[in-house]
Each structure stands twice: as structure tokens, then as C-alpha cells.
């Protein structure tokens, strides 16, 4: 059964003062899809199944039940921030190595700050996914496609850059 779900008991952090607006969330760990808020819930974030093993794309695709589309949310830090593991190869974090490219990787035993996600209430259920430095997840040019690339950008507020979890 799906649960729609990101308040868990309702704590915030403090008010942040760059990226996207609002405190950061505490997620429930768990398993999730990450539905884009353009069209929902018929697209969701996926990972590429081409690639080695240290690093593989991560994009839009269309709603399915293959563990590539789901996304385990851990938090070693007990704070209100998360690693978010690829269901299929969970040693991929979703990462923001740089600006404008996401990206599964690989850290192995050293992980680093381009993994780490905060989740920040962008109204009516939906979230902003924001990564240490800032910058909110985002589907580029807001297209509706298979393979469409998930990058990082500055906060606008558009729904491209709008993402429901829905626990799985």
C-alpha cells in the first residue's frame, strides 16, 4: 500500500537563508518513489540502468514498479538531512556533483557532502529536495519525457523543481 508522507512528527529545523524557502523537513525512513509534480503522479525519478558501477544518470521516466525508481532515505546524521540510496543498487546515492548534473554514485567508504539532501515543504504535498550546497533538484526544460536528465539548479520555485515521496 502507498502512503503519501513527508511531516513525520511535524519537527523543523532552523529557517535556512539560501536555496529554496522553508525549513527542512524530517522524512520518515523508509522507501520511496520521487513523483515529479509536472503531470503527477505520472512521472517519477529513475536511475539508468547503462553506466559502470561507480556512477549512473539519473532521470525522469514514466510511473513503473522497477526498483531503479525507488529511493531509500537514510539519516546517519540525525539531523534533517539524508542520503537517498537507489532501490536496485543501493551502493548509488543520488548526488550533486555538480551544478546542472545528478548523478547515482558510487562513494564507497567516503561520502562527502554531494550526497546529502535536505527536503523543504513546497505546498500542497509537494517538496523541494535541496543538496548541501543549495541548489533544488529539477527536472531540465520541464520536459514530460523518458530520459529527460534530473539536474540541480537555483532555487525558482517552478513545478519542475516540485517532487512528491510516496512511501512504498
Not at 31 to 47: A, G, H
Not at 69 to 89: C, M
Not at 140 to 147: E, F, L, M, R, V
Given at each position: 500500500m502507498k502512503n503519501?508522507?513527508?511531516s513525520g512528527d511535524g519537527k523543523t529545523s532552523e529557517q535556512t537563508t539560501k536555496g529554496a524557502p522553508g525549513n527542512n523537513m524530517k522524512v520518515p525512513l523508509g522507501t520511496y518513489k520521487i513523483y515529479s509534480s509536472l503531470s503527477y503522479p505520472n512521472w517519477l525519478v529513475?536511475?539508468?540502468l547503462s553506466g559502470g558501477n561507480?556512477?549512473?544518470n539519473v532521470k525522469l521516466f514514466q510511473d513503473n514498479n522497477e526498483t531503479e525508481s525507488t529511493w531509500i532515505?537514510?539519516?546517519e546524521?540525525?539531523?534533517y538531512t539524508y542520503?537517498?540510496?537507489n532501490g536496485k543498487e543501493r551502493d548509488l546515492y543520488l548526488s550533486s556533483i555538480k551544478a546542472d548534473s545528478v548523478v547515482a554514485y558510487n562513494y564507497g567508504n567516503s561520502l562527502s557532502k554531494s550526497h546529502r539532501w535536505s527536503v523543504r515543504d513546497a505546498g500542497n504535498g509537494f517538496v523541494y529536495i535541496v543538496s548541501a550546497g543549495e541548489l533544488v533538484l529539477d527536472v531540465k526544460q520541464s520536459i514530460t519525457a523518458n530520459n529527460t536528465d534530473i539536474i540541480t539548479s537555483g532555487y525558482a520555485g517552478?513545478?519542475?523543481q516540485k517532487f512528491k515521496l510516496v512511501r512504498i
Amino acid at each position: 500500500m502507498k502512503n503519501e508522507t513527508i511531516s513525520g512528527d511535524g519537527k523543523t529545523s532552523e529557517q535556512t537563508t539560501k536555496g529554496a524557502p522553508g525549513n527542512n523537513m524530517k522524512v520518515p525512513l523508509g522507501t520511496y518513489k520521487i513523483y515529479s509534480s509536472l503531470s503527477y503522479p505520472n512521472w517519477l525519478v529513475d536511475m539508468s540502468l547503462s553506466g559502470g558501477n561507480q556512477e549512473r544518470n539519473v532521470k525522469l521516466f514514466q510511473d513503473n514498479n522497477e526498483t531503479e525508481s525507488t529511493w531509500i532515505f537514510f539519516n546517519e546524521e540525525n539531523d534533517y538531512t539524508y542520503t537517498i540510496r537507489n532501490g536496485k543498487e543501493r551502493d548509488l546515492y543520488l548526488s550533486s556533483i555538480k551544478a546542472d548534473s545528478v548523478v547515482a554514485y558510487n562513494y564507497g567508504n567516503s561520502l562527502s557532502k554531494s550526497h546529502r539532501w535536505s527536503v523543504r515543504d513546497a505546498g500542497n504535498g509537494f517538496v523541494y529536495i535541496v543538496s548541501a550546497g543549495e541548489l533544488v533538484l529539477d527536472v531540465k526544460q520541464s520536459i514530460t519525457a523518458n530520459n529527460t536528465d534530473i539536474i540541480t539548479s537555483g532555487y525558482a520555485g517552478t513545478a519542475n523543481q516540485k517532487f512528491k515521496l510516496v512511501r512504498i
